[in-house]
């Protein structure tokens, strides 16, 4: 292990021992799975930027506009080119060994569509996407949802399809409800899990401490055993150019580094003989963007990235919503909006508005019409708006 790398492994095993102090139906075909019933009772998370470290908060007071509504279980019947949003509710005792619901969206692929909603406790976590694909020589998850118990119902629900040991998990990035189940499949074993270069720095950071006990603030059954995972393998240093490889059983994987748009760092998985890319948060379907943790030039000219070099794709799925075939709109749309936002306060710090009052005039102005309907639009364009007008402002007067 290089030098390097044991200060990060350091760092990472005295932010788990901080944690550890601070809180003490199966199956396939086109259609759904059936998952349990409903029954029965939101907050985002906090960001990368600096602040106090974490101490365990209360359970905090959560907006049911943004949540998983705990009257009503929903799966639609189908995970691509849908407009039909899922409504899963999961509860505390669940057993661990219980499959979630999950679709085939290609030869020997599988999603499992989330729900579009923030983290609660009726959602506990399940409010992201993931996925496997099954070859002769073993399996390759994309991605570990958001709790270590959802990571081991996520391996439950592989063992409904198939009995060959899990190979990869491939981390796209470190946000929580993409990452969080990831010890799961390291206490499994015989797992290489990649990441991006990137996560190295989130699991040595202060969001990691506060996003842990936030999580264990109201899901603290599904948190148990929850420890930071330093990866195997990373991805990076050459952003849409740096790739790794990986052959297995007669399937190709790239997993490409498009930088640190959203995250601390962010890839994306083409799996090549099938045509589908795995494109993470790097666009939203159904839902309004978060931008707070990434970079809005980087992420525009990740999407510009996307949708030229994966043209002939047959099918992109999203970390959040619905697959889609061609032409992909999802991706346009969330690139039109980060565009008309930069161009909005382009004009505002151009024309000496200040923070404030530009971010309450991006709430009020018509443009961002044909976004106000999406998911999350009301927890989230604020704190974009705010997040834009930073950057635009940054890079205006660097020039």
């Known amino acids: 292990m290089t030098a390097n790398r044991l200060i990060i492994a350091f760092a ?63 799966l639609p019947e189908r995970a691509v080119d849908t407009d039909d949003i899922p409504n899963i509710v999961l509860r505390a005792g669940d057993r661990d060994d219980e499959p979630l619901p999950y679709y085939r969206i290609a030869p020997d692929t599988y999603m499992l569509y989330g729900n579009i909603a923030e983290v609660d406790r009726y959602n506990r976590g399940f409010n992201g996407n993931a996925g496997f694909v099954v070859t002769p020589e073993g399996v390759v998850v994309i991605d570990a949802l958001g709790t270590p118990k959802l990571g081991r119902r996520l391996i439950a629900t592989i063992r409904q399809v198939t009995g060959a040991p899990i190979r990869y998990l491939i981390l796209t990035h470190n946000h929580p409800d993409h990452s969080y189940g990831a010890v799961a499949f390291r206490r499994l074993g015989g797992v290489t899990i990649v990441a991006h270069e990137g996560t190295l720095d989130y699991l040595a950071s202060e969001a990691l401490e506060r996003s842990v006990a936030y999580r264990r603030s109201f899901i603290p059954e599904d948190m148990e055993g929850f420890e930071a995972v330093v990866p195997d393998v990373l991805v990076g240093g050459a952003p849409r150019r740096a790739r790794l490889v990986i052959r297995l059983g ?17 890839l994306v998985v ?73 161009d909005f306060m382009t004009r505002a710090v151009e024309e000496g508005l200040d923070l404030q009052d530009a971010v309450e005039r991006a ?6 019409e044909p976004w106000r309907g999406d998911r999350l639009f009301e927890l989230n364009h604020r704190p974009n708006a705010n997040f834009v007008y930073r950057e635009v402002e940054r890079a205006l007067f660097e020039d």
């Open 250 to 266: 007669g399937r190709t994987f790239e997993v490409w580094d498009v930088n640190r748009h959203h995250s601390y760092g962010d």
């Open 12 to 74: 990472v095993l005295a932010v788990a021992v901080a944690l550890w102090l601070v809180a003490t139906r199966p199956g396939g075909r086109e259609g759904a799975a059936p998952a349990p019933a409903p029954a029965g009772a939101g907050s985002p998370e906090g960001s990368a930027g600096g602040g106090p470290a974490a101490t365990v908060p209360e359970p905090p007071e959560q907006d049911p506009r943004f949540g998983t509504d705990p009257e009503r279980h929903h």
């Open 363 to 368: 709430e009020k102005d018509p443009r961002f």
């Open 270 to 342: 083409h799996q090549v003989e099938d045509g589908v890319v795995w494109i993470s948060d790097l666009a939203f379907n159904h839902r309004l963007t978060f931008m707070g943790d990434g970079s809005l030039h980087a992420a525009i000219k990740a999407q510009d990235w996307l949708l030229e070099r994966f043209a002939g794709a047959r099918l992109m799925v999203p970390g959040h919503g619905s697959a889609q075939s061609p032409p992909f709109a999802m991706v346009r749309r969330t690139r039109d909006y980060m565009r008309a936002l930069q």
